[in-house]
């Protein structure tokens, strides 16, 4: 997928493109360029060259929001009034992989802090892709500003043996446009590229009534009245590309700072050799805390003077440094300080910051609506895309629900929480529905299924 951005004539369009294209490179591992502008703005081209290769294994960005991300971990329930058009939906959405490429969507979400998918039918099936917003432009009416009514997707495609931009522009006004564009919406490509016109009355996503369905679902990750809010968590952005730079510092203290530097007064090294890193005039000497260095005076005539200054860096006390700024970061988004656990005497503590379950689980709380919305969003999309083209019988087009699973408590919050529930049956105030419920990560009404068949059994097989 594409990183490069077309031409916009909005300015701030732009922008917003760029900074959630940087965000995407970051989620995605290809963010040097990115770092070694960072480090631009701290040292100078020598300082740099001295530096050696930036330091790509600490992101704390990617860390954070990865951790977050676990509302697709388990696959979420599908719920209808008719349960056989829940099951039917249940394998849609599986065939298709909706579920599956999940995680990868609320990373986008998080990061980006929206992100769209694709619907589609083609060749006798469901298709669904992620779109990341810096692909993409869309419009949306006055009255419901976070919910667009026309998309602009730019792709590259190949015509005529020649690779060019496009874009995609997909609407519910106008009784239904599709049209393929050049990236700068001046040449129209939909005959090259589908065979015919798809706009007006031949637009091919439909609801059961014939009004025209957008195939691009946008999901939030929180409601802001507004289609994008790309800026969101900038400080921890931000920060993550200083924490790299802030790394690749202490590396090069490690390599070249953590020993005593030597020096000599009226004496050289020998054995000189050009600097293949500098200019043809630079000079340096491979030099080790175990090797020896051989000096020759500059001047015959004068005395030798050799000696050491203590080492130019300590690499702990500037780690120590850098993973307190670094945990300071995490808390400004959607976390809390309590929720970033940092363990000296764990093998990661060096690496990254570990978000405690609380903490996870509290985030999703807050994501969980948004997603919920644009996941029933998406269900409608599909169940009227299979009703056009599947020829199959009708689903339902509206009545689905989606809850979430959550993240599964380990042992130790399994004990605490029956412990807990112990202490408050005694005083009345406890649910066993709601004690399974959290054990098992299930709904409530589930859990009530449960405990039902539960006690069938019991009598049933005799258990007291």
Request: hydrophobic share 35%.
């Amino acid at each position: 997928m594409s990183y490069g951005l077309p031409l916009t004539i909005d300015i701030s369009e732009r922008s917003r493109m760029q900074e959630s294209a940087r965000r995407r490179r970051l989620l995605d591992g290809v963010w040097e360029v990115d770092l070694v502008e960072a480090m631009a703005q701290y040292i100078s081209p020598e300082q740099m060259a001295a530096w050696g290769r930036p330091d790509l294994t600490k992101n704390v960005f990617r860390s954070v929001v990865s951790q977050l991300s676990i509302l697709y971990d388990r696959e979420p329930i599908i719920d209808h009034p008719d349960p056989s058009a829940a099951e039917r939906m249940r394998e849609l959405c599986r065939s298709a992989g909706v579920w599956t490429q999940g995680p990868a969507l609320q990373r986008l979400v998080i990061g980006q802090r929206e992100a769209f998918r694709r619907v589609s039918w083609e060749d006798g099936r469901l298709l669904v892709r992620l779109v990341p917003v810096d692909c993409c432009e869309a419009e949306a009416h006055a009255n419901t500003p976070s919910e667009p009514h026309t998309v602009y997707e730019y792709r590259r495609r190949e015509l005529d043996g020649q690779e060019l931009m496009t874009r995609d522009v997909l609407s519910t006004e106008a009784g239904g446009v599709y049209r393929i564009e050049s990236a700068d919406g001046q040449r129209d490509l939909t005959v090259d590229f589908l065979g015919q016109d798809y706009s007006g009355p031949a637009y091919p996503y439909r609801d059961e009534t014939g009004a025209p369905v957008l195939p691009y679902v946008l999901t939030h990750a929180r409601d802001t009245g507004k289609l994008f809010d790309p800026y969101e968590g900038r400080e921890l952005v931000e920060g993550s590309l200083k924490v790299a730079v802030l790394w690749s510092f202490w590396s090069h203290i490690v390599f070249d700072c953590s020993h005593p530097q030597r020096y000599g007064v009226n004496a050289r090294p020998a054995g000189l050799a050009a600097d293949p890193r500098s200019d043809e005039h630079a000079t340096f000497i491979a030099t080790d805390p175990a090797s020896l260095l051989l000096m020759e005076a500059a001047n015959p005539d004068a005395p030798v003077a050799l000696g050491q200054f203590a080492a130019g860096g300590d690499p702990v006390q500037v780690g120590i440094a850098i993973r307190d700024y670094s945990a300071g970061l995490v808390t400004d988004f959607d976390l809390s300080p309590s929720d970033v656990q940092r363990t000296h005497a764990d093998a990661r503590s060096g690496y990254a910051l570990h978000v405690v379950n609380d903490g996870k689980r509290q985030a999703q709380l807050k994501y969980q609506p948004q997603f919920a919305r644009a996941d029933v969003t998406l269900l409608e999309v599909i169940a009227a895309l299979h009703n056009q083209y599947s020829g199959q019988p009708a689903l339902p087009a509206t009545g689905y629900t989606v809850t979430y699973q959550g993240l599964p408590l380990s042992v130790d919050e399994r004990r605490t929480r029956i412990e807990e529930y112990k202490t408050r049956s005694e005083l009345g105030i406890a649910s066993p529905v709601q004690l399974l419920a959290e054990l098992e990560g299930i709904t409530e009404d589930q859990a009530r299924v449960k405990l039902e068949q539960i006690r069938r059994d019991r009598v049933q097989f005799g258990v007291i």
